[in-house]
């Protein structure tokens, strides 16, 4: 266990777990983050540490902030396309959270990189006899024609299934914070459109969550080991539909954005306009915008056995990005 007391980290502003039902596990081996750096993962690591886990980092590069960021934290540098390099970082590893996504190689290259990574982690772990994996997918309806990015996040989940680590899932549909990439393409659309072109798609519904409640989640069923592998849906208050959601997040950010249908705007088209105005690399934008076809709703409600609180709305959400000094707003 780290040495830096639950009691008094836990008071520290700006984390999400404090009003988790579940409590820390004092027998528990080394825990290790996958994707530290990304979005998700670097916003779970500081909460990990402070309910005193010891925690390995799983990163691609090794950077120099890392330290004084993730202080108390082990740092490995490793790719889960290399076995050797998964040997070293899965050793002596209690339970892994498996937080990797390619997207960034394009439609044809990240699905297959994936599954490779997926089938290398989960042959590793078995080696390593890691006795549990937390994997965060994606949320969507399996009796509709999946986009590949959905497709894919299933098929990893399948992948880490194979093993005989039990693997614990947890379906997110829209994640709402500052840096998720689905969020910052619909802020950037907001801001620099005054008028939004939708395509039918845009109609169906989804069920957004705050960074802070898939964090809730990501550590909650760490410390119920009954959720060992049990697949879960997680979700936030509200049902939108993809135009409601911009709807309300420009009357958030004061814009008096016009939304026009087109129904004949197909999602390539709308993929490469979103393109040109965000930041977010093209392969990126093209995957999650593909995904506006799938309702994203959850319809499993039994992680509501485990955890009582009650998920953030849209608009807290969305809010709570704006105000300064929160964990949403670290950077990664």
């Known amino acids: 266990m780290n040495n830096t007391p639950i009691t ?60 004084s960021r993730w202080t108390g934290a082990e740092i490995v540098v490793a790719d889960a396309l290399n076995e050797e390099h998964l040997k070293t970082a899965l050793d002596g590893i209690d339970t ?89 393409i619909m802020q950037y659309l907001v801001k620099r459109l005054p008028v939004i072109p939708f395509p039918l798609q845009a109609r169906n519904k989804c069920q957004p969550v705050a960074i802070s409640d898939v964090i809730k989640y990501l550590v909650g069923v760490l410390e119920f080991p009954e959720t ?19 709807k309300v997040l420009a009357g958030l950010l004061d814009k008096r954005t016009i939304f026009v249908p087109f129904p004949f705007l197909n999602i390539g088209l709308y993929t490469y306009l979103a393109s040109l105005l965000t930041p977010i690399p093209n392969s990126i934008t093209r995957c999650l915008v593909e995904g506006l076809k799938n309702e994203a709703v959850c319809h499993d409600e039994s992680i509501k056995k ?18 300064p000094g929160n964990q949403d707003n670290v950077p990664c």
């Open 8 to 67: 008094d980290t836990s008071k520290k502003e700006g984390l999400f777990c404090r009003d988790l039902p579940s409590k820390p596990l004092p027998h528990i081996g080394t825990v290790l983050v996958t994707g530290a750096s990304g979005h998700v993962g670097g916003r779970l690591v500081p909460e990990l540490l402070a309910r005193g886990y010891k925690v390995r980092l799983m990163v691609r590069r090794r950077k120099i902030a890392y330290k």
């Open 96 to 184: 892994a959270y498996y937080l990797i996504h390619s997207m960034r190689l394009g439609s044809k290259g990240f699905e297959a990189a994936d599954i490779r990574a997926s089938a290398n982690f989960r042959k590793v772990a078995d080696e390593k006899h890691v006795k549990r994996i937390i994997y965060l997918g994606g949320l969507g309806d399996i009796r509709s024609s999946l986009s590949s990015h959905l497709c894919n996040r299933i098929e990893v989940a399948r992948e880490l299934k194979k093993g005989k680590v039990a693997v614990t899932v947890l379906r997110a549909a829209v994640i709402v914070g500052k840096g998720s990439a689905s969020y910052e």
């Open 228 to 246: 060992a592998g049990k697949d879960f849906d997680i979700g936030g208050r509200d049902v939108l539909t993809y135009r409601e959601l911009l």
């Open 306 to 323: 485990y955890f009582t609180f009650e998920p953030m709305s849209y608009k807290e959400a969305v809010l709570r990005t704006r105000l």
